[in-house]
Nanobody, 122 residues
Framework: QVQLVESGGGSVQAGDSLRLSCTAS????????GGWFRQAPGKEREFVAA????????YHADSVKGRFTISTNNAKDTIYLQMNSLNPDDTAVYYC???????????????WGQGTQVTVSS
C-alpha cells in the first residue's frame, strides 16, 4: 500500500512558477514509478509527467515539455513537479500517482493522492 499526499498548489499569474510536492508513505518511490496527472473542469484526466523508480528516467507530456520538470529526492519518498512559465491552460487539479510501471493512461495507475488545485490567471 502507498499513501500519497500532494501539496504546493495555489493561484498564480501567467508566467509564474509553482512547485508541487507529493510525499509517499507506506512504500517509497524507490519501489514504484511516480507520476503527475491533471484534470481540468469538464476534461479527462491527462498525463503530465512521470519518473521511473530504477534509473530515474523521466517522461513529460509534449504540452509541458521544457516548462515542467519532474524529480525526486534522495530518499525517494517525495516527487516534485517544478512548473515554470505557467499559463491559463495549465489550470487544473493536479494529482500524484504511483504504480509499478509508467503508463500515460491514468486508468492503469494504482495509487492516487487527493489532488491539489492549480489556478493560473492571465
Amino acid at each position: 500500500q502507498v499513501q500519497l499526499v500532494e501539496s504546493g498548489g495555489g493561484s498564480v499569474q501567467a508566467g509564474d512558477s509553482l512547485r508541487l510536492s507529493c510525499t509517499a508513505s507506506g512504500r517509497t518511490f524507490s519501489q514504484y514509478a511516480g507520476g503527475w496527472f491533471r484534470q481540468a473542469p469538464g476534461k479527462e484526466r491527462e498525463f503530465v509527467a512521470a519518473i521511473g523508480w530504477t534509473a530515474g528516467t523521466t517522461y513529460h507530456a509534449d504540452s509541458v515539455k521544457g516548462r515542467f520538470t519532474i524529480s525526486t529526492n534522495n530518499a525517494k519518498d517525495t516527487i516534485y513537479l517544478q512548473m515554470n512559465s505557467l499559463n491559463p491552460d495549465d489550470t487544473a487539479v493536479y494529482y500524484c500517482a504511483a504504480h509499478r510501471a509508467i503508463y500515460t493512461d491514468y486508468s492503469v495507475w494504482m495509487y492516487w493522492g487527493q489532488g491539489t488545485q492549480v489556478t493560473v490567471s492571465s
